[in-house]
């Protein structure tokens, strides 16, 4: 599916754009009005990232039969490896920056290891341990989505909604004791990815829909983000939450737009892009440091002003991990344990 490619790689530069706005945004009662803003408007923008990356798992891997051993030892290796390869480059990177120390205990210091791996030795590798999660589950809940009609499909998805909708902060106040955690988290994504890729529909005025529900829900997202932020004084994610309802509604609008756009791509730009889908877990492993790294040689959101240089830094980081992930990936024997 050619749009799935297109939207991955879209997913992908997305993420690093929401990690060089990130800096910016929590700097709202130091950053000026318009900075902040601009901050706030890539953060709304790009805030469909992970939900779509979970989605087009979903649409590529729910709609096949699996042996489960073979699916768990092929799809946990490819992201086991090279999650745990970069853990320990981002320990050693801690270490570096003196944000861990190890001391001449052997013990002590594999403590100190096991704690980074556990929870996650840097801010982005959530990712990869909520993945690993979806990963168990995978081979269970396709036989749900292969076997189920559409309405039950439908009923699994309004349910996770709505208990998405009241464990929301300015809700979970109403929400019943009844235990619905089956209902919850990332793996709502994943059927809906599913169910949205293979959905027939209808073909007149959907585009045009699909762009002004796009819109809409930036600007919502944008105005709803400042608003609450100012009202209370503190910098406020309620409408940034991917596992919120504004988000989830958001998401499904971009990868519906993804389905029915039609990109006329050169075939060199084609290739780079199968390359970077291809590479897209190595690229997302790596990018952070590349951040971290890019903002220490003062290139980041302050290289200029704000909504030209966070995307500026954002190409800047993806070039580079790209170059990186892809020169690392040719090489014998561990390239794939490295990349992914």
Aim: net charge positive; glycine share 6%.
């Amino acid at each position: 599916m050619e749009w799935v490619n297109n939207l991955r790689v879209i997913a992908l530069f997305a993420v690093i754009v929401l990690h060089t706005a990130s800096l910016l945004l929590m700097e709202y009662k130091k950053a000026s009005l318009g900075d902040w803003l601009v901050a706030d408007f890539y953060n709304a923008l790009v805030r469909f990232a992970v939900p779509v990356f979970v989605m087009i798992s979903g649409a590529l891997l729910l709609h096949r039969e699996y042996e489960l051993g073979d699916f768990l030892k092929r799809r946990l290796s490819r992201v086991v490896w090279p999650f745990l390869f970069w853990s320990f480059v981002y320990i050693g990177y801690s270490w570096y920056n003196e944000d861990i120390a190890f001391t001449a205990d052997a013990w002590a210091n594999t403590k100190v290891i096991l704690h980074q791996l556990k929870y996650g030795a840097f801010y982005h590798l959530w990712y990869v341990y909520m993945l690993i999660g979806l990963y168990l589950f995978i081979p269970i809940i396709s036989k749900f989505v292969r076997n189920a009609a559409e309405k039950e499909i439908l009923y699994f998805l309004l349910v996770w909604y709505v208990v998405m909708i009241f464990s929301q902060p300015y809700l979970s106040r109403f929400q019943p004791t009844v235990d619905v955690h089956y209902f919850t988290g990332y793996l709502g994504y994943l059927v809906l990815g599913h169910y949205l890729a293979y959905k027939e529909l209808p073909q007149k005025s959907l585009k045009t829909w699909l762009i002004i529900f796009f819109f809409i829900f930036l600007a919502g997202i944008t105005a709803g983000t400042y608003i609450i932020t100012f009202n209370t004084n503190a910098l406020s994610t309620i409408m940034y939450e991917p596992l919120g309802p504004f988000i989830v509604l958001y998401s499904s609008g971009i990868f519906l737009l993804a389905r029915v756009t039609v990109f006329k791509l050169p075939q060199s730009l084609v290739k780079i892009r199968d390359l970077a889908g291809g590479l897209s877990l190595g690229i997302y492993l790596c990018h952070a440091l590349f951040l971290t790294l890019l903002d220490n040689w003062g290139i980041s959101y302050k290289l200029c002003t704000p909504i030209f240089s966070i995307p500026t830094a954002a190409l800047i980081c993806f070039v580079l991990s790209f170059t990186l992930i892809f020169l690392l990936s040719k090489l014998p024997v561990i390239g794939k344990y490295i990349t992914g």
